[in-house]
Structure formats: structure tokens, C-alpha cells
């Protein structure tokens, strides 16, 4: 991949570089926006560089932009004042979307001049990228501009030859590993057109992959939740490839993301830290081995963890995993779970991975997570279940409550797990939470345990039962199961209670508040639709988005029933 920056210098203007809202964007006005960022680049001090944009084609401008100009780009998941304040330490500035206290540069207007395509050296240190968080505190990981390049080289020799001029669409976000490989640098080398925006809902993506040759990037998250009822013929005919990564695909997920799509997922396994390793394309073979891909060696250690060695992993030679492998017939490999998901409780070594096991054969439960915490108010470790019940568990669930089901799970437990493994704490999901990455972080659920304060301390609820689903800048996503004994359906109505519209707006302009630091009086509401009533018990999904550029706050309830309400708040100064 030494040519990579050479592809981009010779690149004709006229190409397509990728499409804005639909709208095409020129090759040449793509490399505007990158002379602009190499600008802010060599006008700028400091080395070190924190980077967060959510368009992915004015990413790539400033990420070549940094880079070009000598600068190592660090790169995060969020913007939330954490995740800044760690930066803080570490960092020279902040480039694009982060929030005003970090002082964020951007370009100013008519920043431009020539670029400069002299390649960094192979070592240049190019990025700092941190580990999802899925299996414990984010930590950042280093990349040399090789080890990139490398994965990039990797990923164009196995798939490549098939995706032609494909689009690229992606329901996940370039500001992980495996987005920003496969959304914006596979397609910059390959010169395949990037749309800058992230598809977050199942409608727009369906009618965007109906639209011309495409390629689909998801999380295994997003494919098992693709609804059925949306007309996915269009992305049948279209669609190339599928790609799949950033945890396991479950069996039935990949049998239903092909059913409807028309192209069983491509799994591509890897790490931040070690870069891509294998793939994987369920219904070539009758197992589920995992082939590796080019420039990647790899063999099992003595005690019967992985080990690779490759260029996108670095130049550290063998580097050992936390997965443990069995060998395959022609270089293949089975994935056996994870070493590092043993915990002591009580002086006894339990694995995680096994009781998540034994919860899903229990007949009760789709998904689970297990994880080890501290019980409040005591200093011993205990386990906590994060369990989404299937059919029989959830009505074991509604006729019984979560005492029945509680005690159903452990004594089905009982028979193959010790007493000190079996869960003190449980709660029950409709799904498992979510980041922008599309992966169940560790934070995620350790937040379910927290109390959940009680605004309103009445005899009557006021309010649903609320769980956030997604966080990032400008944008949350929160579930809400509204309680039969509600106050507000009092006269709504006497027949079957339906949630007011007043209530839904009341709520909305409320969680912006609080989950999104609005401010502003109440200005107004615009284009204000009503498709379908909520009623008690129903699960239903709640988006808000802050338009900073007309100061408003867009809101969207809806459920696997489809749409129930929407709008746009105005806030007033």
C-alpha cells in the first residue's frame, strides 16, 4: 500500500468522490476540504490531534489532512465530557465537532493552498484508536501509518474484486476501527464512492441500498433487528456484499439478514489492537470456521490461545489474544470463547462465557451478558444478567412477574452451574443497549443497575419506565414502556387507554434537557405527525436530535409497528 497516497494525488477531479444527502460530491471538491484541514494542519501547533466529525467524507478530508501535515490523530467513540476531559491530557487541540469548551478548530474560510502528497514514513504514527469497551474500560491502542495501510491492502486482495464500483453505506460509525477502515480508508484507495452519512434507521437504508450498486457495512446489532415488514427488494437486487463485524453474528442473525437481504454477511474478526484476522461466510462450508486474511499468520499457543502475527497487527511479531482457537483443515480455525471472561467469586474461577451458556440453553432466554460487579453496600463480587427473554420467557415473565422468572432461571441454572456462579442480580430487556459502533459495552449495562431516580414521587407514575438504548453528541436514543396505572391516561380513554400527544411533546422537550443539556424556552413545533397511538406496555423507541443549525430538537417514537409520532421542537434563546 505505499501507493496509497500516489491514488489519491492522481485521483481525476470529475471522479465521484461520494454523495452528501444524496447529492454527488466531485473528487476535486473532496480535495478542497482536505487542502483546507492541511491548512489548519500547518498553521496549527502540537503534534497530537483529537478528531470527531460525523460526515464521513469531511472526515477523511481532515484525516488526510492531519496526517499530510505530520499530525497523529486521535480518535474517540463520543464527544461526552469524559471522553474529553481524558483527551485533554493528551492531545494538542481538538479538531471539528466537539463541544465548546474544548475550543474545537476547524477550518477558516479560504483556507486552502497546494498539498504536499510526500507520503509519512511507514512508521509515522498515524492514529491512536481506543478498544470498544466491550470487555472492560476503553484503552487507547497505537497505530503505525503500516499497520493501517496494511489492513487496507488486506481487505482490498480478499474482497475487492467483487465489489467493483459499489457504493458504500454503513449503519456504523468511522470513528472505530472497523468503520473507519471499511467506510473510509478501504474506499479512498479503492476510489469507491463514500455517503457521508451514517443510516441509522431501517426506512432510509432500505430505500438507499434500492438505489444503485452498494455496499452494506452493519454490526451484528443492526442486521438481527432489520425489520421484516420493509420492502427489501430493491437491496436484493442492488447489493454486493455484506459486511458484518465489531462482535460475533449469531446463526439466526446471519440466516435473517440473508433472508431478507438477499446476500449472507461477510464476519470479519479482528481487534484494535491486533487489526484484522479472519472472515467467515456462513452457508459456503457446513462449520463455522474462520479463514484468515492475507498477510496474516497465525497458530495456537501452548495454552491454547490465539497468536498471530501479521503487518496490521505491527511490527512486535507474535502477539497472543484472549481467544481460544481449535484448528481446522486449510488454515482455518474454530473460535472457542474468550480466556479472559474468568472471574473469582468467592476464591472460585467461574467463566462468564459459561454461564451466558447455560442461561441461553435454558429454553427462557435469547440473549444474555453476564458480567461480575460489586454488590452495593458490600465488598464481594457477585454476577449480574443482562437477559432478553425469548417467547416462553416472556410470558413466564408477564403472568408471574421477575420474581418467577428469577427463580425459574436459577434452578435451571442449578443443574450446571455452581451456587456461587448463579446471577444475584437480574434485569430483563426487550434488547441489549447499544453504542453508535453497534457493540453492548460493559458501561452500557453496568448502567442498568443504577437506581433510577423518581422525579415524581406520586402515588400515580407520571412517567415510563426509561432505558437509553444509544448516546453520542446531538443525538440519543431511548426506550420507554409506558405503565397501565400511567396518571395521563386518566379520560384517554375510557375504552383503551392511549397516550396523549401533549404527554409525548411534554416528554420529549424534557429528555432533550436532560440527556442532551438543552436549554431555551419552548419556541414553537413544526411539521407535527401522529401516525399510530401508544398504549400501555408497549415498548416504543424514542429518538432525539438537536439541529444546531435552527436551534431545534427533532423527535421520532416508533416500534416494530412503525412510526407513532413525530416532529421539530423550536427553542427559543
Known amino acids: 500500500m505505499s501507493d496509497f497516497f500516489s491514488r489519491l494525488a492522481t485521483r481525476d477531479a470529475q471522479a465521484l468522490a461520494g ?21 489548519l494542519g500547518r498553521r496549527s501547533g502540537g503534534s497530537q490531534v483529537a478528531l470527531y466529525i460525523e460526515d464521513s467524507l469531511e472526515f477523511g478530508a481532515a484525516l488526510l489532512g492531519a496526517w499530510l501535515t505530520g499530525k497523529t490523530v486521535w480518535m474517540v467513540a463520543d464527544t461526552l465530557p469524559a471522553s474529553c476531559a ?14 465548546p469548551s474544548c475550543a474545537a478548530l476547524t477550518p477558516m ?28 474500560a476503553p484503552a487507547p491502542i497505537r497505530k503505525q501509518l503500516s499497520q493501517l495501510t496494511g489492513e487496507v491492502a488486506a481487505l482490498d486482495a480478499q474482497f475487492g474484486a467483487g465489489l467493483g464500483d459499489a457504493e458504500v453505506l454503513a449503519t ?25 452519512e451514517r443510516h441509522e434507521y431501517p426506512e432510509t437504508l432500505a430505500r438507499a441500498l434500492a438505489e444503485r450498486p452498494c455496499v452494506l457495512l452493519a454490526s451484528p446489532a443492526h442486521l438481527k433487528r432489520l425489520p421484516d415488514h420493509l420492502d427489501w427488494q430493491g437491496a436484493r437486487d442492488r447489493l454486493r456484499a455484506v459486511f458484518s463485524s465489531g462482535g460475533m453474528l449469531e446463526a439466526e442473525a446471519s440466516v435473517h439478514a440473508r433472508t431478507l437481504l438477499g446476500r449472507a454477511p461477510i464476519e470479519v474478526y479482528g481487534s484494535s489492537e491486533t487489526g484484522g484476522i479472519a472472515w467467515r461466510q456462513r452457508g459456503l462450508r457446513d462449520d463455522e470456521g474462520w479463514s484468515p486474511l492475507p498477510f ?18 505491527g511490527p512486535g511479531g507474535w502477539q497472543p489474544l484472549s481467544d481460544r482457537v481449535e484448528a481446522l483443515e486449510g488454515e482455518r480455525f474454530l473460535l472457542r470463547g474468550r480466556a479472559d471472561r474468568i472471574v473469582k467469586i468467592e476464591e472460585k474461577r467461574v467463566s462468564l462465557d459459561a454461564v451466558e451458556a447455560a442461561l441461553r440453553a435454558t429454553g427462557l432466554v435469547r440473549e444474555a451478558r453476564v458480567l461480575a460487579c460489586v454488590d452495593a453496600g458490600a465488598a464481594r463480587q457477585s454476577l449480574a444478567a443482562f437477559v432478553v427473554p425469548n417467547e416462553a420467557g416472556a410470558a413466564l415473565l408477564g403472568a408471574g412477574g421477575k420474581n418467577a422468572l428469577n427463580t425459574q432461571l436459577r434452578a435451571l441454572l442449578a443443574t450446571s452451574v455452581e451456587a456461587v456462579a448463579l446471577p444475584r442480580r437480574w434485569r430483563y430487556l426487550e434488547r441489549l443497549p447499544v453504542n453508535a459502533q453497534g457493540k453492548t459495552t460493559q458501561a452500557l449495562l453496568l448502567a442498568l443497575l443504577e437506581p433510577q431516580p423518581q422525579p415524581y414521587p406520586r402515588s400515580r407514575p407520571r412517567r415510563p419506565a426509561l432505558r437509553v438504548l444509544e448516546q453520542a453528541p446531538g443525538r440519543v436514543l431511548l426506550e420507554l414502556t409506558v405503565p397501565p396505572d400511567l396518571l395521563y391516561f386518566d379520560g384517554h380513554f375510557s375504552v383503551a387507554p392511549v397516550l396523549p400527544g401533549v404527554v409525548q411533546v411534554d416528554w420529549a422537550i424534557a429528555w432533550g434537557r436532560e440527556y442532551l443539556g438543552l436549554g431555551g424556552a419552548f419556541g414553537g413545533i413544526n411539521a407535527l405527525k401522529f401516525q399510530q397511538m401508544i398504549r400501555p406496555l408497549q415498548p416504543v423507541q424514542l429518538e432525539l436530535v438537536h ?11 416508533f416500534s416494530d409497528a412503525g412510526a407513532h409520532a413525530s416532529g421539530r421542537i423550536l427553542l427559543g434563546t
Request: a negative charge; aromatic letters at 12%; charged letters at 20%.
Open 19 to 39: 454523495r452528501r444527502a444524496g447529492a454527488a460530491v466531485a473528487y476535486g471538491d473532496w480535495l478542497a476540504r482536505v487542502r483546507a484541514w492541511a491548512a
Open 86 to 99: 481524558a483527551l485533554a491530557g493528551e492531545v494538542d487541540a481538538f479538531w471539528g465537532e466537539f463541544p
Open 109 to 136: 474560510h479560504g483556507d486552502e493552498g497546494a498539498l504536499c502528497w510526500q507520503a509519512p514514513a511507514p512508521d509515522f504514527a498515524a492514529m491512536v484508536v481506543y478498544t470498544s469497551g466491550s470487555t472492560g
Open 172 to 196: 456504523v460509525s468511522h470513528q472505530h476501527i472497523y468503520g473507519l477502515l471499511f467506510r473510509v480508508l478501504w474506499p479512498l484507495m479503492a476510489g469507491r464512492a463514500i455517503h457521508a
Open 296 to 313: 496474516v499468520q497465525w497458530r495456537a499457543g501452548e495454552d491454547g490461545l490465539l497468536e498471530i502475527d501479521s503487518v496490521q497487527a
Open 547 to 557: 439541529d444546531t443549525h435552527k436551534n431545534s430538537l427533532n423527535f421520532r417514537y
